[in-house]
């Protein structure tokens, strides 16, 4: 009997711990870092790592091929130090296409890793947010997500 309650206990502890998969089909992301930021030692242009995570219920986050819409938008913001606030610049998109066809009608969750590439219009810029957002395959746009200012010291 005791035997049976303790494995009992453990397995509640685990599966405690298991993350349910979701069933929202509208797309939710999460920002994680902001990396690798430099110039190019090849031509001299900012280049970064945009790193966040994904939630999908229906694994239509991706596009088939590089042909179709783009789905991820990205803007980024400046901030003007005679001004001290920031303001918009043009925004960015690209066509992130599925890593596997697999993953087509099923919860998925991850992480990507967006390159950036002269992501400001001068090295005077020392400040920046940005602001990125995805849409998945039925138009469902998810979350808005900023991240944290980020100061370049290059």
Same mark, same amino acid.
């Given at each position: 009997?005791?035997?049976?309650?303790?494995?009992?206990?453990?397995?509640?502890?685990?599966?405690?711990?298991?993350?349910?998969?979701?069933?929202?089909?509208?797309?939710?992301?999460?920002?994680?870092?902001?990396?690798?930021?430099?110039?190019?030692?090849?031509?001299?242009?900012?280049?970064?790592?945009?790193?966040?995570?994904?939630?999908?219920?229906?694994?239509?986050?991706?596009?088939?091929?590089?042909?179709?819409?783009?789905?991820?938008?990205?803007?980024?913001?400046?901030?003007?130090?005679?001004?001290?606030?920031?303001?918009?610049?043009?925004?960015?998109?690209?066509?992130?296409?599925?890593?596997?066809?697999?993953?087509?009608?099923?919860?998925?969750?991850?992480?990507?890793?967006?390159?950036?590439?002269?992501?400001?219009?001068?090295?005077?810029?020392?400040?920046?947010?940005?602001?990125?957002?995805?849409?998945?395959?039925?138009?469902?746009?998810?979350?808005?997500? #900023?991240?944290? #200012?980020?100061?370049?010291?290059?």
């Amino acid at each position: 009997m005791r035997n049976l309650l303790i494995l009992f206990l453990v397995s509640l502890i685990c599966f405690a711990c298991v993350k349910a998969k979701t069933e929202n089909v509208v797309p939710v992301l999460a920002y994680i870092d902001f990396e690798k930021a430099g110039k190019s030692p090849y031509s001299n242009q900012d280049t970064a790592v945009l790193k966040f995570s994904f939630e999908d219920g229906d694994g239509d986050l991706f596009r088939d091929q590089k042909t179709d819409p783009s789905n991820i938008v990205v803007i980024p913001f400046y901030f003007y130090p005679d001004s001290n606030k920031f303001s918009k610049g043009l925004a960015f998109s690209y066509v992130l296409v599925t890593p596997n066809e697999y993953y087509k009608n099923k919860s998925i969750t991850g992480e990507i890793e967006l390159p950036l590439s002269q992501f400001r219009p001068g090295d005077a810029i020392k400040k920046i947010q940005f602001e990125f957002f995805m849409v998945d395959m039925k138009d469902n746009k998810s979350n808005v997500v #900023t991240t944290p #200012t980020i100061v370049l010291n290059f």
